[in-house]
């Protein structure tokens, strides 16, 4: 009785050991079931999605960001923004001391005045001289008009003393009248001479004083051009001083503001950025095998990490010149040592349909997105 008793528990047992593998093995197979059809159907759609589709996760939203930079050194004198500041174009950021850039205007200014007052004494000049010119040409004139007087005067002067020579001869006149009338001759003779001398002589004072005149009008052409180089002097200043304070150049939001004041700043340093109020877009680095059917104004789906909800409708615009590679600082060289191909990826630009769509407002330059161009 006793070994029965004990026969019948074993029984049990190994029928409970025989029915839990079934049981174990039933479920297994039926998770395998599952996995192997939810698997198969996953990979059938995304193989029928990739004959229509290329996507890629290397991309990110960029904006226009201008630089903010000095056009002259100085000392920061006010900073007049913060950090994520809305501006305006415009609106002032920075303003340098400008004293030392007022004291270039006062000197060039000053340049200046000494050149109009080297002006004013070569006109000076140069009218002095054109009245001694017109006062030795009046003088010409006048002996001029006694050269004529003594040319009468000394036809007259030869007549008489032809015919008192001519009665000289004959005993008809004195030895007396005979030499009045070759003194007055050659008094007559004496005194155009004198008269052409003088004549002479003005002429050469006439030629000096027009020369002269000539050189005073090159002064005043140079003292002109003298007042114009000056004149541009005290623009190029102004306009120096002008740029002591810094304006936005666009309208849009600052970034971080690394000046402060009392801090030297020289000009072309970049001081901070302003990401400008324009429609971003997305550039998207696509690898070179995925581009064999992309082509521009396709369709595009982006999703913002950031808004993983929600899509945004896009088109391809544009695609870079070269692959990425080829803009680093030190862009590789395949000639040099080993070659090892590395597939390549080109930047390939992307804008949104709908640039006032709110979302799109909201995004921000670097912000990663998953971009889905539709092929078809």
Known sequence: METQTQTKPTNNTTMQETTAPKKKSKGFVIVLAVLVLGGGAFGVTKYIHGLHHEETDNAQIDANVSPVIPRVSGYVKEVRVKDNQIVKKGDTLVILDDRDLAIKVQQAQNALYAAQANLGAAEATTQAAQAGISSSQANIGTIDAQIEAAKVNLWRASQDFDRYNNLIKDHSITQQEYEQASAAKQTAERQLDVLAKQKAAASRQTSVVTSQSGATSKQINVANAGIKQRE?????????????????????????????????????????????????????????????????????????????????????????????????????????????????????????????????????????????????
């Open 232 to 376: 541009t002097d005290v623009d190029d200043a102004k306009l120096n001083q002008s740029y002591a304070v810094i304006t936005a150049p666009e309208n849009g939001v600052l970034s971080k503001i690394f000046v402060q004041p009392g801090q030297f700043v020289a000009a072309g340093q970049s001081l901070f950025s302003v990401v400008l109020d324009q429609t971003p877009w997305v550039v998207a680095n696509f690898k070179e095998t995925q581009l064999d059917r992309m082509k521009l104004g396709q369709k595009v789906t982006v999703h913002i990490d950031a808004y993983p909800e929600k899509g945004l409708e896009a088109k391809v615009t544009s695609f870079a010149p070269a692959t990425g590679s080829k803009f680093a600082l030190l862009p590789p060289d395949n000639a040099s040592g080993n070659f090892v191909k590395v597939v390549q990826r080109l930047p390939v630009k992307i804008e949104f349909v709908d640039p006032n769509n709110e979302l799109v407002k909201q995004l921000r330059p670097g912000m990663n997105v998953l971009v889905d161009v539709h092929l078809n």
